[in-house]
């Protein structure tokens, strides 16, 4: 049996080592013959964490017709999605028709990826993986949109209700997303079901283990904060640096955020703005967080929605305390409803500070604790498990 994923992307998302560590998980515990494409730049940096697990990338070739796609200003990574989606399309067409795989799973932009197997005639059975929140399904606050955000919205669950009907089998990360699904779409609640992430893997422990030479970490008279994700509006870092600038009133604390993203320059106003240059570091993309994260005494995820937040996991399942917002639709419950962390409200500078002052006063054991107990759900074995009698259902 020949397994394909399909997860163009663009950035650094944690979809990358989701998509890595299911197709891994597949390769460890059968015989199936797995493949991982590659529409223009994906997987750069993580090509040797694919092959020597005999997983073929399969190369559409993309990059050399557009060489600097991903690196597009204009539109950003809209531009990218749609160049994708159109050639996308049609080498994904040509390969179905000379390879005929039996599954196709995808992930991310999985539009043309659906319609394309359905414009041949060896059709693969198809397993949509809902890989992040679809925010069209609701947000506890939308007074921050655009309008074309509202128009995407409308577009997109337009499209879902149409084109995800073609699929055998939706996954989702937690079962809110699925409920919600069910609620806010036409689409069949036989056909969605819940599948856990492969987001533990021995390579966290391993690589938090690495020795950081970093001055951020060397004044042992301060707390350190982390947090880690694309620097955009989902993540909402402003709602976290605005908090760090009431906790420093209260204790000594610095800030580090990993990652990159279009946010970076309004974000770097705000730390001028509030004069917090010394107090707040964005360091950019690293390729290993986790040593960072290890070392770090609280980490807090400020977002807008996840789901389900895998940097949450592994802040858990390094034993680092958690401050998260409670955002649809996913940190609840791998918290569950604060017993593995302080949760606060979606957009609340205020609220976060006052958890975050909690956090760092109080070491709670016990939310350390079960948070990690409930990390360990997240492993290669359990995903495969789940994601193996999918497969078994529907072939």
């Known amino acids: 049996m020949k397994i394909l994923f399909w997860s163009p992307y663009i950035g650094h998302v944690g979809t990358i080592k989701a998509v890595i560590n299911s197709a891994i998980s597949i390769k460890q515990n059968s015989n199936y013959d797995v493949g991982i494409i590659k529409n223009h730049s994906e997987w750069e940096g993580f090509e040797s964490d ?12 993309l990059k050399k017709q557009f060489p600097n796609l991903h690196k597009t200003k204009f539109m950003g990574s809209r531009r990218y999605m749609l160049t994708v989606a159109l050639f996308g399309f049609f080498q994904l067409r040509k390969y179905l028709k000379q390879e005929k795989p039996d599954i196709l799973i995808t992930n991310l932009i999985a539009l043309p990826a659906i319609l394309s197997t359905r414009s041949v005639r060896h059709s693969p059975r198809i397993i949509a993986s809902v890989q992040g929140y679809p925010k069209f399904l609701g947000l506890p606050d ?36 699925r409920e919600k699904l069910i609620v806010k779409t036409t689409l069949r609640a036989s056909n969605i079901t819940v599948i856990e992430n492969p987001v533990i893997d021995s390579n966290i422990y391993k690589s938090s283990k690495e020795m950081v030479d970093n001055d951020w970490f060397n004044d042992a008279s301060v707390k350190h904060i982390i947090a880690i994700g694309r620097l955009s509006f989902q993540k909402d870092f402003q709602s976290l640096i605005k908090a760090i600038s009431i906790v420093k009133n209260n204790i ?20 001028k703005e509030l004069n917090l240059e010394d107090v707040v570091d964005l360091p950019g993309f690293t390729k290993n967080p986790y040593k960072f994260l290890k070392k770090s005494d609280l980490f807090v995820l ?18 680092v305390p ?31 500070a006052n958890k975050i002052i909690d956090a760092l006063r109080i070491k709670d054991n016990k939310k350390i604790i079960a948070a990690y107990n409930f990390s360990q759900r997240y492993t290669l074995k359990s995903h495969f498990n789940g994601l193996n009698k999918l497969i078994k259902e529907i072939v």
């Open 252 to 271: 000594d604390v610095k800030l580090m955020i990993l990652g990159e993203g279009e946010d970076r320059s309004n974000l770097l106003d705000l730390i």
């Open 142 to 177: 939308t007074s921050n949109y655009e309008w074309w955000m509202h128009v995407e919205d409308f577009l997109r669950k337009h499209l879902w209700n149409r084109v995800y009907k073609k699929v055998d089998k939706i996954v989702c990360m937690t079962q809110d997303t």
């Open 322 to 352: 958690i401050v998260s917002t409670n955002c649809p639709s996913g940190p609840a419950i791998l918290l569950e409803n604060g017993k593995g962390g302080y949760m606060c409200n979606v957009e609340n500078p205020q609220d976060m």
């Open 302 to 319: 400020s977002s807008r929605w996840e789901d389900p937040g895998h940097v949450l996991l592994e802040a858990a399942t390094l034993k």
């Open 50 to 61: 694919i092959v020597s697990n005999d997983i073929e990338i399969v190369d559409f070739g």
